[in-house]
């Protein structure tokens, strides 16, 4: 029993748990290290492990009831719904490409588990993002009716302005307390309104996170299934052809004609061929005749018409040649017998 109660003494208490993972997540956002350095992300799992310790001592505490409201909640004690949030920031902080969708995912959770407490709480007014299966049918809804869209798409950048301009406000209000609450010279009435503005602040960066994360998930699954069906198309093309393959002529055979029944050939084409014509009963036996009456009534068609050009030209060039005459001779040229 003594020895039990040595480890739980030696255990990190709360208030530890929180302040160390609130100052590496602090140290990781203003680093000028890159995010995928090996400090950074030590950083960032040894958080995620503190995180997760104070969640669970929380949870073991009950801290926070379902059964009060915001007022029962000790100002010291009000920090302490930052906790889900913290974990979703630091998620986000992880470099692991095999993982990030798993990341985004968990880390989303983490924000909408930190935005209900808050709403149930009355820590500010804003609208939960919707999950999964809401999204779906409210974008399928505001595809049929555009109005809805658009009513929609207004409310989001309208929300977007309401919520900068209470970003920079919260963030103001918060740099005048810092000093005298981090001193302990604040009262309580202070420390309540710098931990409510820093969860009002949280609250923000949750649906801007969220906001970042729908889209980012959107990207990575369309960009999955084109890689899925780029693949499936590549195994289509690399699948070996078939062999062409020839039916045996006795197969043919008895597929088109039959086997032992009466239709069977009884003869070639090249004898049925002579035979015909044999008799004269083939059309194509008048071709030679027929050829060259054709090519006779077309050679007599090219002399008339070779004549009649003939005499055309002749019939112009007098033409022409009476021209130049009357405009040489006036008219009246020649007659002198009426003249005196």
Not at 233 to 249: A, E, G, Y
Request: proline content about 3%; charged content about 30%; hydrophobic content about 35%.
């Amino acid at each position: 029993m003594a020895a039990a109660k040595e480890d739980e003494l030696l255990l990190p208490r709360l208030p530890e748990l929180f302040e160390t993972s609130k100052q590496l997540l602090d140290e990781v956002e203003v680093a000028a290290e890159p995010i995928s350095s090996r400090i950074i992300q030590e950083k960032v799992l040894k958080g995620l492990d503190l995180l997760k310790k104070a969640a669970k001592m929380l949870s073991q505490l009950d801290l926070f009831s379902q059964n009060e409201d915001l007022e029962e909640i000790a100002s010291t004690d009000l920090k302490y719904l930052m906790v889900p949030a913290f974990q979703g920031a630091l998620a986000m902080k992880q470099v692991n490409p095999s993982k990030h969708l798993d990341h985004l995912q968990w880390a989303r959770e983490h924000f909408l588990n930190y935005l209900t407490q808050c709403q149930y709480y009355h820590v500010a007014e804003f609208e939960l993002p919707k999950t999964k299966n809401n999204s779906a049918e409210n974008n399928t809804a505001s595809s049929s009716v555009t109005y809805s869209s658009l009513i929609a798409i207004t409310s989001q950048r309208q929300a977007k302005i309401e919520r900068y301009k209470q970003k920079k406000e919260v963030e103001h209000r918060l740099s005048a307390l810092k000093s005298a609450v981090e001193s302990g010279q604040a009262d309580d009435e202070s420390i309540r309104e710098y931990y409510l503005l820093h969860l009002q602040r949280w609250i923000g960066i949750s649906l801007e996170e969220i906001e970042s994360i729908d889209l980012e998930i959107k990207v990575l699954r369309e960009k999955a299934s084109s890689a899925e069906g780029s693949v499936s198309n590549s195994s289509r093309q690399d699948r070996p052809h078939m062999k062409p393959f020839i039916l045996t002529r006795n197969a043919a055979q008895a597929k088109v004609f039959g086997a032992g029944y009466p239709s069977l050939a009884s003869m070639t084409v090249n004898d049925w061929y002579d035979q015909h014509r044999k008799f004269g009963a083939l059309s194509d036996q008048g071709i030679v005749k027929t050829t060259l009456e054709v090519k006779r009534a077309a050679q007599q068609q090219e002399d008339q018409e070779t004549k009649e050009e003939e005499d055309d030209e002749q019939t112009l060039h007098q033409a022409r040649e009476w021209d130049d005459w009357k405009d040489i001779h006036t008219k009246g040229y020649g007659n002198r017998q009426n003249m005196g």
